[in-house]
């Protein structure tokens, strides 16, 4: 298959795979499931990508690593969202739109949720399409690298999930801070996890032969992480409702893995 026709397949799978989801939430009345589906979607798009890749090593690790990645990761979600309801980011844009612009639930998640999500998952998973095509014979250095990297990220990311949700689970942790473990070294160790294993995969689609186009996909990701919908959000209500928040940020790094400063200023 010419690549162009798998994107543009990919496109319209990612496209009906969302309208199917904004018609559950028109059911629900929640859309909080999304954050799930972002993650197992990407799994869908490896997968049409690999029943026409030629069947390289590079195909298989892309596909096998996006799996991992998103069952993880997604059925986390999915449980999260179960567990503890609705999600407050989702109600409160959807609710500043309904409130200000007059739209109706069903308009508001459509064009703020859905019909935005689609795009940048598919752009988002540019280098698991991608790599997979490529003819590269060898599995390189790069590739071994990207393996390493992305393995690594679900580590990280699995081990803080893990980490704090066990900290949640302590009834003595209510209206605490978590900075031990992971937490003491970045404030968002599953983000920082996040970033790896997309960097490590494009690493893997660069050794196949498709550096260039398949860059917007990690460079993406690391925005949504970090200014968009990751990092901004999450800070912004554990400042609010947090008290020792502030001395948290000030000694612990927002985004990199690194030592905690000096709690002495």
Not at 77 to 86: D, H, K, M, P, S
Not at 153 to 158: C, H, R
Request: glycine share 10%; net charge positive; proline share 4%.
């Amino acid at each position: 298959m010419e690549i162009v026709t798998l994107l543009a397949l990919n496109a319209l799978v990612a496209a009906f795979c969302f309208l199917v989801a904004w018609l559950l939430a028109q059911r629900l009345n929640d859309v909080s499931f999304i954050d799930s589906w972002w993650a197992l979607g990407l799994v869908v798009t490896a997968w049409v990508s690999h029943a026409f890749a030629p069947g390289s090593v590079h195909a298989m690790a892309l596909a096998a690593l996006c799996t991992f990645w998103g069952l993880r990761l997604g059925l986390y979600l999915l449980w999260r969202w179960r567990t503890q309801g609705v999600d407050r980011r989702y109600a409160a844009i959807l609710g500043r739109a309904q409130a200000r612009r007059g739209w109706s639930f069903a308009w508001a998640s459509l064009v703020m949720v859905f019909a935005l999500q689609a795009p940048l998952q598919w752009i988002v998973s540019l280098p698991v399409q991608l790599g997979q095509m490529g003819n590269a014979r060898e599995f390189g250095a790069v590739a071994w690298l990207g393996v390493v990297l992305s393995v690594a990220g679900i580590l990280f990311e699995s081990i803080g999930d893990w980490q704090l949700v066990r900290f949640r689970a302590g009834a003595a942790n209510a209206g605490k801070v978590l900075d031990r473990g992971l937490w003491r070294f970045t404030r968002h160790p599953n983000y920082f996890g996040d970033a790896c294993v997309w960097w490590g995969l494009y690493m893997i689609a660069a050794d196949a032969g498709f550096a260039l186009a398949a860059l917007p996909g990690p460079v993406l990701m690391t925005y949504l992480l970090t200014s968009l919908s990751g990092m901004p959000t999450v800070e912004g209500h554990l400042s609010r409702t947090k008290p020792g928040y502030a001395d948290y940020v000030w000694r612990t790094s927002g985004f990199i893995p690194l030592p905690p400063k000096n709690i002495f200023r």
